[in-house]
């Protein structure tokens, strides 16, 4: 086999496999009712996206540190999943996750 196959396949190898395992929670959590339904996969990508571009965007000399970014960001993400709480009335709170991270 050639040696640029070979390194193509063992760098694809880690992220097929961190694809599978994001999709599977998020599968799981939508299976628990915890996440609304959606295509599990279609939000992997988008989700692993959105972390992967924050490396062409992130400054050094930026608003927010590494630190917050990395704490804000999967927040932001997973509050798009998570199913509304409801009130006994039944009407919609707020999404579960804390609020924690400062706007952009």
């Avoid at 097929?16 to 999709?23: E, F, P």
């Avoid at 799981?28 to 989700?47: H, I, N, P, S, Y």
């Avoid at 509050?79 to 999404?95: C, F, H, M, N």
């Amino acid at each position: 086999m050639h040696a640029a196959v070979e390194l193509a396949r063992a760098t694809e190898a880690p992220l097929a496999g961190q694809l599978r395992s994001v999709r599977s929670l998020v599968a799981k959590g939508v299976k628990r009712g915890e996440f609304v339904a959606c295509d599990a996969a279609l939000v992997t990508r988008a989700m692993l996206g959105a972390v992967n571009w924050s490396a062409r965007w992130y400054r050094p000399d930026g608003a927010q540190t590494v630190a917050a970014i990395a704490q804000a960001l999967p927040e932001y993400l997973v509050r798009g999943l998570t199913v509304p709480a409801r009130d006994p009335s039944g009407s919609t709170a707020a999404a579960t996750l804390p609020r924690r991270a400062k706007s952009c």
